[in-house]
């Protein structure tokens, strides 16, 4: 194990002359986490895929896939060992965890609210990511880099996004506490804030996504910000400036305009 993260917050990651760095993808199958992986990879990382589709990580040429779903903490801690040993026979050091696995669900029916629906996507988006931390978090060496998958959901209220929108607020604030906390262990946090990116998740909407980007533009900036240490990544900034702007003005109206219909009532 990586001795970094154990108690002392001082102590620096030696790194030998052969040591790669290593960066950890989780939902790494499909959409942003799948551009992320590609782009890693190609800048010479070495990338531990995670996901529960195992074919789909097989395809990710020169990535090492690692199979678990993350509401399953056992899965999680199996892989956390299997992680371990491969970062120690490969000499290699992980300098980045990018929590970015998620789904999203609406709710449809705000009177006849789905329980079931809010607990599903607050566990999948919150809940997996306090595991994912418990067991990663100790292998990460100092220096390194969590980055927390948010969204920009959680600039404004959006009609139907109660479940999704609670989870992704409550990953900002697990992210800004973190930050503090981390701080004297030479570890830094993100938190991933973009719009609408075209993946799978987002081809199930049967609303307008306006100023929508491709996951590998969105892995690109994911990329940049991570290296730069930026505390918030958010992206494309003229629809994340934009909702900044909004989220400023008077909440009644700002409720009134993202109320549907509002304009017939
Ligand atoms: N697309 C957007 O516009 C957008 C905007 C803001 C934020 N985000 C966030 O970005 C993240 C990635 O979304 P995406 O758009 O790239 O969606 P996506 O294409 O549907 O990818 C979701 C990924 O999460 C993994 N995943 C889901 N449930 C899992 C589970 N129980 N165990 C393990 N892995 C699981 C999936 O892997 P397997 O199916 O292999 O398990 C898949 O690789 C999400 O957190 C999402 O909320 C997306």
Do not use: W
């Amino acid at each position: 194990m990586n001795s970094s993260l154990s108690d002392s917050p001082s102590t620096p990651n030696k790194l030998t002359t052969q040591t790669k760095e290593a960066v950890l993808i989780t939902g790494a199958s499909s959409g942003i986490g799948l551009a992320l992986a590609l782009q890693y990879v190609e800048k010479g990382c070495h990338v531990f895929a995670c996901g529960r589709n195992e074919q789909k990580l097989n395809s990710i040429k020169g990535a090492t896939p690692l199979v678990f779903d993350i509401n399953d903490k056992d899965q999680i801690r199996q892989a956390a060992l299997q992680l371990s040993t491969s970062l120690e026979q490969n000499d290699l050091s992980l300098t980045m965890v990018i929590l970015n696995a998620g789904s999203c669900e609406y709710i449809n029916n705000p009177v006849h609210f789905d329980g079931a629906l809010f607990e599903r996507v607050i566990q999948t988006n919150v809940v997996s990511m306090g595991y994912c931390l418990e067991h990663f978090l100790p292998l990460v060496g100092a220096n390194g880099r969590v980055g927390l998958m948010s969204s920009s959901a959680t600039y404004l209220p959006f009609p139907k996004a109660e479940a999704y929108g609670a989870s992704k607020a409550a990953v900002n604030y697990l992210a800004s506490s973190l930050r503090i906390d981390l701080k004297a262990y030479g570890i830094g946090v993100s938190v991933i804030c973009p719009g609408f990116v075209k993946t799978p998740l987002t081809d199930k909407n049967d609303f307008a996504m306006p100023m929508q980007i491709s996951a590998d533009k969105a892995a690109s900036e994911i990329i940049y910000g991570m290296n730069k240490g930026q505390s918030e990544i958010h992206f494309p900034k003229r629809f994340t400036y934009l909702l900044k702007c909004i989220a400023c003005l008077p909440k009644a109206f700002v409720s009134r305009m993202l109320t549907p219909n509002a304009d017939k009532a």
